[in-house]
């Protein structure tokens, strides 16, 4: 019978892709790993892993054992979660990440109230775009998700926290320093700095600014620079690049900023963020923990949910 120390093997050897590195990882000896394994494949009568290739890769039938290891682990891992539940205790490990726009204004705001509130908690916490958060939760390499929602993802529940509104960053060199607000047509002859692909908010930034100048749809045709992070775009601003767009709690850093920051005219328009979990996580007295955690550290003007914005999904 395959025990679930067996599939934990398995399951990090193929993350690592070398027997040294999932031994290690796994606080065992290669050796005793590779033994393990090597009986896992012969108890099920089928080769796991091609040990040809390097770094080493499951086979055809290897990838749906690994599949449903994670299955498997994952639901045996529900089990302590019910437990802990039942003795309404937050404790354990907490493998938490957060999208690149959210990250560097938000962790600082709760992360020391978290750890020094919920010592018990131990808590993993790493930056991970919204694709790669939506994967690692699916294969229960991750917790919890900070993210902007809605997704639209039928196997997550979603626990939105605050709307968060948009700015308009320019220099202050710009035609648009002067204006108290940006309106309709206001951004149409200007130059948008965006995110890389694959961040969320590059596809806010777009439609924040399409819906403004939807008669002028060409004019973010040309647009000059991309980058991974808002402050960088946020730099290249303060140089007379053209202009941005930054979420409210990037406004903060405004003491280090060397631009204007303008609202847009009612309704602004806001992103919705959220915690973010596998609909078979049952640790709800930590989600609950976290969310309140995370909106008592908030500015004054985010918290509560409902806030009169418009709110643009992602997708």
Known sequence: MVTLTQLEYIVAVEKFGNFSAAAKSCFVTQ?????????????????????????????????????????????????????????????????????????????PLFLGDFAKRYPAVKLCVKESKTDDIIAALAQN??????????????????YPLFHEPFYVYASKTSALAHKKSIAEGDLQDQELLLLTEGHCMREQMLKVCRQRNARHANSLSNV????????????????????????????????????????????????????????????????QALACCIQAALPPELQGIGLPHKTIGIR
């Open 224 to 287: 000059q620079f991309e980058s991974g992070s808002i402050e960088t775009l946020c730099h290249l601003v303060e140089k007379g690049n053209g202009y941005t767009v930054i979420p409210h709690l990037a406004k903060y850093w405004q003491d280090f900023r060397d631009g204007k920051v303008i609202p847009f005219v009612a309704p602004s328009p806001s992103r919705e963020v959220s915690l973010v979990v596998h609909r078979s996580f049952a640790r709800e007295s930590i989600i």
């Open 141 to 158: 390499q991750l917790d919890i998700g900070l993210v902007v929602t809605p997704l639209d993802e039928p196997t997550l529940k979603e």
């Open 31 to 107: 050796p005793t790993l590779s033994m393990q394994i090597q009986k896992t494949e012969e108890e099920l009568g089928v080769m796991i892993f091609d040990r040809s290739k390097q770094p080493i890769q499951a086979t055809a039938i290897g990838r749906k054992i690994l599949d449903q290891s994670r299955v498997v682990l994952s639901q045996s891992g529900r089990i302590k979660e019910l437990i802990t539940q039942e003795k309404d205790s937050i404790e354990g490990d907490l493998r938490l990440a957060i999208i690149p726009t959210l990250a560097p204004y938000l962790l």
